[in-house]
């Protein structure tokens, strides 16, 4: 693998996917706390399903409109 490769990982912690989506940590810890982003807890850590961007890219461009996170946590109405 050369320098320019990234590996792609199945699981971001809550740092990583903020980075990604250009928000604030705090902001992503919120929506999370909130049931309104996915994520796993294992002990005091919190973890994002990577593929979770995909799907929500799928379903923005699939739709031609705004998809809500809380869509994609399993308790959406």
């Known amino acids: 693998m050369n320098e320019t490769q990234e590996v ?3 699981w ?3 740092a990583e996917m903020a980075d990604r989506l250009g928000i604030a940590e705090m902001t992503l810890y919120r929506v ?3 049931g309104q982003f ?3 807890r294992i002990g005091r850590r919190l973890f994002i399903p990577a593929k979770v961007l995909d ?3 799928d379903a923005a461009l699939s739709t031609g409109r705004v998809v809500s ?3 994609f946590c399993g308790n959406a109405p």
Do not use: E, K, S, Y
């Open 12 to 14: 971001l912690n809550v």
């Open 69 to 71: 996170a809380a869509d």
């Open 55 to 57: 799907r929500m890219t």
């Open 38 to 40: 996915p994520a796993v």
């Open 32 to 34: 999370i706390a909130a």
């Open 8 to 10: 792609q990982r199945d």
